[in-house]
Structures are given as structure tokens and as C-alpha cells.
């Protein structure tokens, strides 16, 4: 079935200066807006021009014009006996919530939708290795449900060096944390369940668990991490099955859980019998360093983590894990079977490589990402001077307020001066973030200057024309 939007939810989402002045050409931006921050999902269908005139209290002729610009530039599709259903055109990064690469684009642009880096320095060294083995590996099916045990051994020794005794047998190999979740939540959720979230939180995991039929209840997190009060509230409240947390290196916001903290959320999550599910994604990008914190699962035994080669090392290897309480695998292994049978051998020697040679992450790699991380932040201070953010002490993002601006409309605007970037909503379980913006610090100094540069043009253009300045063709070009 189509999914619709009503009237009265519409008009509410849309916010006061969806009429400005031309009103049919703002109407239209701020419809833009809220399909590229992900509050209209792509296939909505929009409410008639009779309801939304009725909502908005406007003349009929302003939603007809309003209507008629998504139509022509892509942005609606009169379909017969449908009504007219939003979408994305399809060049576009910024489609609904899940966080993907764009597709498409023109080759000056900057793609800032993934916090993703390119593969370090030395990659071709573990691939020449992992090619050597693999004669090794030939003579069987190739089938690895559970993964290699010579990765999970590697796995299992980077939990014991960083404070977790973990068996081999308490890890299961996916195809990256998504994966994981998705395993998880097929072996341990069922439609209806509960599960806890933190607001912001990484889309695709949101999504992950949408799909599964789960309700999410929210907890705060800013920059120094969940709001433990309301956490405890929600907790002792009751009936939540699981906790979807991003302890180390929050992905958007970048706290980083410090041990006291984590001691008390784990007791809280133990006293309501609610299974933690730990991202630890993004545990190893310790760009800064500081005080140690142990993984969660040393205060949480109960705890699964979701761990993924992705940032540690490069996405493209799609190498993930579970670390589950030894108990869990079993049912874990039954689930992941309906997935996939197995991740590929050639990229889990790769790994066990990487593992073995580096432990975390390669020294290099860190350091080239506090220069970008930090050379994004200066650029930020110069050239958006209002805007707030605080700069993490590791993971891969700046969550930035631009302020009193739609972060939907900055995005769309920013297209056009040839970035791609993702708007607050899209992290947002349950409404709000609409000034924020996420900026991945995962390109050379250079490129995230001129992104940044990038950034400010499009606040810019926003600012004097307003969001139906963003309905114009692309006139504009790029600033680069
Ligand atoms: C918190 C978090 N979890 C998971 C992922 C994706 O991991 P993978 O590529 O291993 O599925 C990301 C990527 O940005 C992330 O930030």
C-alpha cells in the first residue's frame, strides 16, 4: 500500500515560512525539504490540493503552483488513481532516512552522505597475504557460517587487549554491523517489541529495526551522551526487550560514554531485564585519545556488540561481527542462516591480516583523521561563525547546529553547489534536529575546506532567498 501523509500532518511539518512570499514557490521548497531530510519518506502520497488548501488556509491557486514546480522538477508523480506521490529524483543522496552513497554524480562533487574514509595505506599488503592462504581454504565448500576461526580468534585477542576475555566461540562473522543487527533482530525480536533508541542515532540501524516490526522508545543523547535520568525513567517504566546504544564514538554526536556512566547504565539495563545492543562500530577511531574505557560488555556480560571492519579499517571489505554471550550463538547461527550463509572467504583472511598487524587502527589513519576532522572544524568557525558543534574526541562526525535555518533546505541547496550532505531529521527516531546537519570528516583537509566552503554557499543561498529559493533550476554551478 502507498503510504500518504495527511492534511493536518503536513501543514504541521511544513512550519511558518512554508508561505513566504512567492508562497506557492516556498510551499514547494518546503515540501523539498521534508523529502530530502527524510520526514516525507519517498513514494508519500501528498495529500489532494483541496485537502492541503483546507490545512494550510492558503488560496488553492498557491497549492496548484506549489504542485505543479515538484512536477517539474521531479519531485511528484501524478500517478492515475494514486494522487500525487512525493519522491526523490533519482540522482539525489538525500532519500529517506537510510544513508547511502549518492548514485550518479557529477565527478566534482563531494559525497559527505557516508561516514566512510578511502582504504588505508597497505591494504594491498593483506590482500597479497590473504591471496597466498587462500590455496589453503580451496579444497572445502567455502562455507563459513560462524566465520573463520582464525579471524575470530583475531577478533576474540582485540577484545582480551582491550580489557574483555572473549572465546572464539562467543563471535560470529557478518557481512558488517547492519548485517549484525539484522541477524540480531531476527533471532531475538519479534514484531511489536520494544526496543530503546538514542535520539539522534545512525539511520540505517533505525531502519533496520523499523523493519523488523519493533516500536522504539527514545532516549536523549547530545555530546556527552544519553541522558542517564531519562534512560533510568524509561528503563524502570518497563517492557522495553532491547537498547539499540552507541556507547563509544556516537554516531552522530560523537560522545564517547566515560566508565562511570557506563557502570550505571548497564545496572539500569540489568534491573529491567533489557538486552543491550552495543554498536561498537566506531569503538577503534580514537583520534585523540584520553582516559581508557572498557568495552560495555565487561560492565554487561548479557550484552551483544555489533563490531564491523568498516571504519576501523575500510568499508569495502564488508567484514562485520557479533560478540554474543557464548550462550546466544546457537540461535544467532539458526537466524543468520535466512540472511546469508557465510561472509567471503578471501576478505576474512584479509582481516585476520589487518587484525594481526595492526590490533585497532593504523596509526596513520588516525592522524589523517584529526587533520581532517580538525581542519573541518576551523573551516567551520570561519566561514560559519554561528554555527555549534563540539569537536569529539574520536569517531568520524561533526553534528553541527547551523541554527535558525531548515537543514532539509541547506541540503537540498547544497546539491546544487556540489555537496552531499545529510539533514538532522534523518537521524531523529522521533521528530526535531531540524537545523542539524551531519559532516563526516572522511576526506583530505583540501576537500573538506572546500566542502565546508560548499556548505556555507548553500546556507547562504538559503538565507537570502529563503526555501523557495531552493525550487529554482540549478543556476548556479559550483562554487569550487
Ligand atoms: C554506528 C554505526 N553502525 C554501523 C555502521 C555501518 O557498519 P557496516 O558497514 O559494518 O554495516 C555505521 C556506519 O556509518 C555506523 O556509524
Redesign the pocket.
Known amino acids: 500500500m502507498t503510504p500518504s501523509i495527511s492534511a493536518v500532518r503536513l501543514g504541521r511539518l511544513l512550519g511558518e515560512d512554508a508561505l513566504a512570499r512567492p508562497a506557492y514557490r516556498s510551499l514547494a521548497g518546503a515540501i523539498m525539504a521534508l523529502l530530502a531530510d527524510g520526514r516525507i519518506p519517498s513514494g508519500t502520497r501528498l495529500p489532494s490540493e483541496r485537502e492541503l488548501t483546507a490545512a494550510l488556509g492558503c488560496s488553492r491557486t498557491t497549492v496548484t503552483n506549489a504542485y505543479a514546480v515538484l512536477a517539474e522538477r521531479g519531485y511528484l508523480a501524478a500517478r492515475r488513481g494514486s494522487g500525487s506521490i512525493a519522491r526523490v529524483p533519482s540522482k539525489s543522496a538525500s532519500a529517506g532516512r537510510v544513508?547511502t552513497p549518492a548514485i550518479r554524480l557529477d565527478p566534482d562533487a563531494i559525497d559527505l552522505t557516508?561516514?566512510?574514509t578511502r582504504a588505508p595505506e597497505g591494504i594491498l599488503d593483506a590482500f597479497a597475504a590473504a591471496l597466498a592462504e587462500l590455496p589453503g581454504y580451496l579444497s572445502d565448500n567455502g562455507y563459513a557460517p560462524v566465520g573463520l576461526l582464525d579471524l575470530r580468534t583475531a577478533i576474540a585477542d582485540r577484545y582480551r587487549q582491550r580489557g574483555l576475555p572473549t572465546s572464539p566461540d562467543q563471535i560470529l562473522v557478518?557481512?558488517?554491523?547492519?548485517?549484525?543487527?539484522a541477524i540480531v533482530s531476527r533471532a531475538l525480536l519479534t514484531p511489536g517489541d520494544r526496543v530503546i533508541v538514542e535520539s539522534p542515532?545512525?539511520p540505517?540501524?533505525l531502519e533496520a529495526l523499523g523493519r523488523s516490526g519493533t516500536r522504539t522508545l527514545t532516549i536523549p543523547v547530545d555530546a556527552t551522551g544519553p541522558d542517564l535520568d531519562e534512560t533510568e525513567r524509561v528503563l524502570r517504566a518497563g517492557g522495553a526487550r532491547a537498547a539499540y546504544l552507541?556507547p563509544d564514538f556516537?554516531?552522530p554526536t560523537g560522545a564517547l560514554l566515560d566508565d562511570s556512566d557506563r557502570e550505571r547504565l548497564a545496572r539500569a539495563l540489568r534491573r529491567s531485564g533489557t538486552i543491550p545492543l552495543i554498536?561498537e562500530?566506531?569503538a577503534e577511531v580514537d583520534l585523540d585519545g584520553g582516559p581508557a574505557v572498557r568495552p560495555f560488555g565487561v560492565l554487561a556480560p548479557d550484552a551483544i556488540a555489533?563490531?564491523?571492519?568498516?571504519?576501523t579499517f575500510w568499508?569495502g571489505l564488508?567484514?562485520?561481527w557479533i560478540r554474543v554471550p557464548g550462550a546466544l550463538a546457537g540461535r544467532l547461527l539458526d537466524a543468520r542462516a535466512t540472511l546469508d550463509l557465510g561472509a567471503p572467504i578471501l576478505e576474512q583472511l584479509v582481516l585476520t591480516h589487518l587484525l594481526r598487524t595492526h590490533g585497532g587502527m593504523p596509526i596513520g589513519r588516525l592522524a589523517e583523521l584529526r587533520a581532517a576532522r580538525d581542519a573541518t572544524s576551523a573551516a567551520l568557525r570561519e566561514r560559519l561563525p554561528d554555527a555549534r558543534f563540539v569537536v569529539p574526541r574520536g569517531?568520524?562526525n561533526l553534528w553541527v547546529d547551523l541554527g535558525e535555518i531548515s537543514a532539509g533546505a541547506v541540503a537540498l541547496a547544497a546539491e546544487r553547489f556540489g555537496l552531499q550532505i545529510a539533514a538532522g531529521p534523518r537521524f531523529a527516531p522521533s521528530g526535531g534536529f531540524e537545523h542539524h546537519v551531519r559532516i563526516?570528516y572522511v576526506a583530505d583537509p583540501d576537500v573538506m575546506a572546500t566542502a565546508v566552503e560548499r556548505l556555507g554557499a548553500a546556507v547562504d543561498h538559503v538565507r537570502a532567498h529563503g526555501v523557495a529559493g531552493i525550487t529554482t533550476a540549478a543556476a548556479h554551478g559550483f562554487v569550487a
Not at 174 to 181: I, N, P
Not at 306 to 311: D, N, P
Open positions: 544513508l557516508c561516514a566512510a557478518t557481512s558488517g554491523a547492519v548485517a549484525g543487527l542515532t545512525y540505517n540501524a552507541i556516537h554516531n554498536d562500530t566506531v555489533l563490531g564491523s571492519a568498516a571504519k568499508g564488508r567484514i562485520g569517531g568520524l563526516p
